[in-house]
């Protein structure tokens, strides 16, 4: 009886140790490993759900890589206003972000500003922004399901530039480690949450159809959802300079 025992605890053991080999850091480092495109266009729709009122706007977005492992971003709205910004991430330093008025004036968005919402909507300018994985420290909580997946749960505390947030909560799928849920806490309270879902493989990347932001109360959220999107288009690099955007 005692042999039996024995066996199956090492089964257990054994079954639990791919789970627990794997530090917060690790499981996040096969999330930033998984394919991605070198430039994208899209077209989506925003629906910014506030006091039982709903708006709809509709924005483009492309995104690019360059040399030195920085990206650029341009939102580009397509209706009710003609509103841009311009993300230009860097490597090892916070992202610089320029927003373009319906007016036409272009104005640099401060460090300060980066935890106030884009276009009246529940994402903050830096839930517009890069994500450097080594601008973190990563803690494995152990595991919990999210949209209906297991998940290992992650904490990532930002430890390089300027912070918003006091700390972001990461659910990544077993399946793929596909990120399927971000919590957001801020002055020490659970603030707001993403969930992203109909994920499908477009080119052998894997593509949210539909994300959205919940405040943690309750009080509101804002949809995203993908009209269309094509990968490795060739998109000139003058697109994302600011200079376009006027």
Not at 151 to 171: S, W
Request: charged share 35%; aromatic share 10%.
């Amino acid at each position: 009886m005692k042999m039996k025992i024995l066996i199956v605890s090492a089964l257990i053991l054994m079954m639990s140790l791919p789970v627990f080999a794997m530090s917060g850091r690790e499981i996040m480092e096969k999330s930033d490993e998984l394919p991605e495109a070198d430039s994208a266009m899209s077209k989506m729709i925003m629906r910014i759900h506030k006091g039982g009122n709903m708006e709809e706007k509709s924005f483009m977005l492309m995104m690019k890589q360059f040399a030195n492992d920085e990206d650029k971003a341009v939102i580009e709205f397509i209706k009710p206003t003609q509103i841009k910004l311009l993300t230009h991430a860097h490597k090892g330093s916070d992202d610089d972000q320029w927003l373009r008025l319906s007016s036409g004036k272009v104005k640099r968005i401060a460090a300060s500003s980066k935890g106030k919402p884009f276009v009246n909507s529940h994402f903050y300018y830096e839930d517009l922004s890069s994500v450097d994985i080594d601008d973190y420290n990563y803690k494995l909580l152990g595991e919990e399901k999210a949209v209906g997946e297991d998940c290992y749960k992650v904490e990532g505390v930002k430890e390089k530039g300027e912070r918003v947030y006091d700390k972001n909560i990461f659910y990544v799928r077993k399946s793929d480690f596909f990120v399927v849920r971000i919590d957001f806490y801020m002055d020490g309270e659970f603030h707001k949450y993403l969930e992203s879902h109909d994920i499908k493989k477009i080119d052998g990347i894997l593509t949210p159809h539909r994300a959205t932001m919940f405040r943690a109360d309750d009080s509101g959220k804002t949809e995203l959802f993908l009209v269309g999107i094509k990968y490795n288009e060739q998109i000139p690099d003058i697109r994302f300079e600011k200079e376009a955007l006027r």
